[in-house]
């Protein structure tokens, strides 16, 4: 069954978290997640009369290719995904790992690689400094448990949190600030 919070939290994502304008190139790089959301984030790109782009990434796929990556495959890999990053203006990430530990037995150099040669370049100096974004974990069993909390529990207290109405809570945090410099 589709839970309707996936829709107001596609909303508040484009909406708010970016502010995805006519015209604008939105990625949406989901890991490990249902597609109910991304399907969601994309209508709500349309909507704005924004373009969605979409990279389905799965954390088992990615230790595969970790594990014996070459410093050649690694920078061709980044050059490739920093071409793309470089036409988005705004970029969305889900992560919803079942198992959060999946990366852990890749060897330590070959992580070091991937953070140096492809996450610097796309996402630290890319992303980070040249596009509205926006990254979260998205709830799953594996988080529920972490918290100690039921699935359903853990979901529900997500969906809370994430769909909450973060635009009047600004104001009101506004309106706080300025009492408090004018006393």
Same mark, same amino acid.
């Given at each position: ?7 107001? $939290? ?15 190139? +939105? ?19 349309? &909507? ?6 979409? @990279? ?11 594990? @014996? ?15 793309? /990053? &470089? ?11 079942? @198992?959060? @530990?999946?990366?852990?037995? +890749? ?21 980070? &400094? ?5 990254? /979260? ?21 997500? $969906? ?24």
């Amino acid at each position: 069954m589709f839970d309707s919070r996936i829709i107001e $939290f596609a909303e508040k994502l484009v909406q708010y978290s970016t502010k995805v304008q006519q015209g604008e190139h +939105v990625l949406i790089e989901a890991f490990d997640v249902d597609s109910s959301l991304v399907r969601s984030i994309v209508k709500e790109v349309h &909507k704005a009369g924004g373009f969605p782009h979409v @990279n389905l990434r799965d954390n088992q796929v990615l230790r595969e290719l970790l594990m @014996n990556a070459t410093e050649e495959q690694m920078t061709e890999w980044a050059e490739i995904d920093l071409n793309q /990053m &470089k036409k988005m203006d705004a970029y969305i990430g889900i992560r919803g790992s079942e @198992n959060i @530990n999946e990366l852990s037995d +890749v060897p330590e150099a070959k992580m070091a690689l991937y953070n140096q040669i492809y996450k610097t370049k796309v996402h630290s100096n890319q992303r980070v &400094k040249h596009t509205k974004w926006v990254v /979260m974990r998205y709830p799953n069993a594996s988080m529920a448990q972490l918290s100690g909390m039921s699935t359903e529990a853990f979901e529900d207290f997500y $969906f809370n949190v994430c769909t909450m109405d973060y635009a009047k809570m600004s104001e009101a945090m506004d309106a706080l600030v300025e009492s408090h410099e004018s006393s």
